[in-house]
T-cell receptor, first 115, second 115 residues
Framework: AQSVAQPEDQVNVAEGNPLTVKCTYSVSGNPYLFWYVQYPNRGLQFLLK??????LVKGSYGFEAEFNKSQTSFHLKKPSALVSDSALYFCAVRDSPEAGNMLTFGGGTRLMVKP | ETGVTQTPRHLVMGMTNKKSLKCEQHLGHNAMYWYKQSAKKPLELMFV???????ENNSVPSRFSPECPNSSHLFLHLHTLQPEDSALYLCASSLLRTGGWDGYTFGSGTRLTVV
């Protein structure tokens, strides 16, 4: 069975500093990995995905994530945080296509960027 | 707008009421999902429809009844709910196709309060 862990409930960072939101996963096949962001009282918005190819994936709003197969991780990063990046971030995984078309989500990490 | 529209945005209902949540997408997607998001809990998958057929019912109580009349519309019928059913209900859609999958597109959610 596929699973995702986001070990930090909250990450605090000062505006202008780099940020990292951690994600590790467990799958039996080759993973499809996603990051979504949720602002208050809204649905989840797609940020980026890894399916195959280059391990460094670039996404919306200057975010990027690095797929590390040996460490089964897919950490979200941004070189310089903005106050407007403050939100709830979800990592999600889909196992190989044979596992169906459903994502398993991590518990979410709240990112707080302070001025 | 993401292309997935949920109505109403907010709903307050008594425990003896019957109400319905609606989700509509015009993205040409062929799979639709209901998720429940409660405070301090992971996203919970409730139902999955592929090509209008229900393919997943994640042990959801019978007081929640889904309906998918076509690939563009999804309903969640509610009756005799409990206060613990108060949550943000999220609809998502995705496109199943040969050779790839791009994950979900979410609606903005319906904030349900059961009194």
């Amino acid at each position: 069975a596929q699973s995702v862990a986001q070990p930090e409930d909250q990450v605090n960072v000062a505006e202008g500093n780099p940020l990292t939101v951690k994600c590790t996963y467990s799958v039996s096949g080759n993973p499809y990995l996603f990051w979504y962001v949720q602002y208050p009282n809204r649905g989840l918005q797609f940020l980026l995905k890894y399916i195959t190819g280059d391990n460094l994936v670039k996404g919306s709003y200057g975010f990027e994530a690095e797929f590390n197969k040996s460490q089964t991780s897919f950490h979200l990063k941004k070189p310089s945080a903005l106050v407007s990046d403050s939100a709830l971030y979800f990592c999600a995984v889909r196992d190989s296509p044979e596992a169906g078309n459903m994502l398993t989500f991590g518990g979410g990490t709240r990112l707080m960027v302070k001025p | 707008e993401t292309g997935v529209t949920q109505t109403p945005r907010h709903l307050v209902m008594g425990m003896t009421n019957k109400k319905s949540l609606k989700c509509e997408q015009h993205l040409g997607h062929n799979a639709m999902y209901w998720y429940k998001q409660s405070a301090k809990k992971p996203l919970e998958l409730m139902f999955v429809y592929n090509f209008k057929e229900q393919t997943e019912n994640n042990s959801v109580p019978s007081r929640f009844s889904p309906e998918c009349p076509n690939s563009s519309h999804l309903f969640l019928h509610l009756h005799t709910l409990q206060p613990e059913d108060s949550a943000l209900y999220l609809c998502a859609s995705s496109l199943l196709r040969t050779g790839g999958w791009d994950g979900y597109t979410f609606g903005s959610g319906t904030r349900l309060t059961v009194v």
